[in-house]
């Protein structure tokens, strides 16, 4: 069985962001494009951030392609979100408990909360069985 290559080398890291939203928490984790010292040009290759960085390129591609690994969710699934994100965020803290997936594009899930509208990976929801959802 063969896998299909998400990412290249060749690939901006503007494409790479557009490839899958998860790929700036990738880039961020390698201490890249977060602040000034660590800037990076979304022009440049992913290869030319590995090599003028010093990060390994097989270790960042890996950790790309990993994106594509991760749980999934698909429209219509009810989440709620982690108490450790709805506690750091204060203005979460009026939104509904439980929201619904409404969209998927790009590795990001558009997840509807009452009126709220947020974007997330996977991993920032919680899938719930509706059942356990009160009426």
């Given at each position: 069985m063969s896998t299909v290559a998400h990412f290249s080398k060749d690939m901006t890291?503007?494409?790479?962001?557009?490839?899958?939203?998860?790929?700036?928490?990738?880039?961020?984790?390698?201490?890249?494009?977060?602040?000034?010292?660590?800037?990076?040009?979304?022009?440049?290759?992913i290869e030319q951030v590995s090599e003028g960085y010093g990060i390994p390129l097989g270790l960042l591609m890996d950790d790309l392609e990993k994106l594509f690994e991760q749980p999934s969710l698909d429209v219509g699934d009810v989440v709620k979100l982690p108490d450790e994100i709805r506690t750091k965020i204060p203005q979460l803290a009026t939104v509904p408990e439980f929201g619904r997936v409404?969209?998927?594009?790009?590795?990001?899930?558009?997840?509807?909360?009452?009126?709220?509208?947020?974007?997330g990976l996977a991993e920032d929801f919680i899938k719930v069985d509706p059942a356990t959802v009160p009426a």
């Open positions: 890291v503007e494409q790479a962001f557009k490839t899958h939203a998860g790929a700036r928490r990738v880039f961020a984790r390698f201490h890249l494009g977060g602040c000034s010292n660590c800037a990076i040009s979304e022009t440049e290759t409404t969209d998927f594009a790009a590795g990001a899930y558009t997840v509807e909360f009452g009126d709220v509208r947020l974007q």
